[in-house]
């Protein structure tokens, strides 16, 4: 194989998506993950509650605020991100997301 058709399948890989994106309706709310990434960690229920309570999350059950979500958590302080994802996770479980 020359240079030049390794150049060229390149070209081709690139112009298409690794994954097809299916038509289907839109999912409401962003992953727990993403909202996760935005806070510093350790963080207090009531900080992340005021830096980030108006975010919709996705769960099973459809979209709800996180505010919602840590107002049913125990949990005080949040020493790690895994620890704040793993307690928002006992709140609304861990399944397929419901679309709209």
């Not at 790690?80 to 006992?90: G, K, Y």
């Amino acid at each position: 194989m020359s240079d030049t058709d390794s150049d060229e399948a390149d070209e081709e890989a690139e112009a298409e998506p690794a994954v097809e994106l299916g038509d289907g309706p839109d999912v409401a709310g962003e992953p727990v993950a993403r909202v996760a990434s935005r806070l510093t960690w350790p963080a207090t229920r009531s900080d992340v509650r005021e830096q980030e309570g108006d975010a919709e999350l996705r769960t099973p059950d459809g979209a709800r605020t996180l505010d919602d979500v840590l107002a049913e958590s125990e949990v005080p302080l949040f020493e790690s991100r895994s620890e704040f994802v793993q307690a928002v996770e006992d709140v609304v479980g861990r399944g397929p997301v419901a679309t709209e």
